[in-house]
């Protein structure tokens, strides 16, 4: 099974990036031509743009390529926070792999996938990765395909 999340990422990479350019206009041009005389819409806007920031953050989405076709299980992901860099990959060879979590954090508003691998020192725990971008009908597909309860 392969989940690919480029087009979303990319479209909302671009949306997130093109909110900052947008506010940042509209504020510089407000305040060039004082549309308001109390700056109450420049807080309005302001307190709009804070929440959206807090929203991404707190979401943290991340691109996602799940494939489980083949010997092994692999994983990429990248985040889509701006100035954040790193690509990154998972790959567990089937053999190996123990179980999956899907974890819900921050009162569930953020899911987090948590995957178990055989070592030879017993099951070690691989980093949680965001799979929020992930709508349920993939979620469920994943859950399957992972065999989590």
Not at 113 to 137: D, F
Request: proline fraction near 3%; charged fraction near 20%; glycine fraction near 2%.
């Amino acid at each position: 099974m392969v989940i690919d999340k480029k087009e979303i990422s990319t479209s909302l990479k671009f949306i997130i990036m093109l909110s900052f350019l947008v506010y940042a206009a509209i504020l510089v041009a407000s305040l060039v031509m004082r549309w308001s005389k109390t700056h109450l819409f420049e807080m309005c806007l302001t307190a709009i743009f804070v929440l959206w920031v807090i929203f991404i953050l707190l979401k943290n989405f991340n691109y996602i390529l799940y494939n489980s076709d083949g010997p092994k299980l692999t994983i990429r992901y990248t985040s889509l926070l701006p100035l954040s860099s790193g690509n990154f990959s998972v790959e567990i060879p089937k053999k190996d792999f123990v179980k999956a979590e899907i974890v819900n954090s921050i009162f569930g508003f953020r899911k987090n996938l948590v995957l178990y691998i055989r070592t030879p020192q017993g099951v070690a725990k691989y980093p949680k990765i965001n799979i929020s971008i992930l709508k349920k009908e993939e979620i469920i597909k994943l859950r399957k395909d992972l065999n989590i309860e």
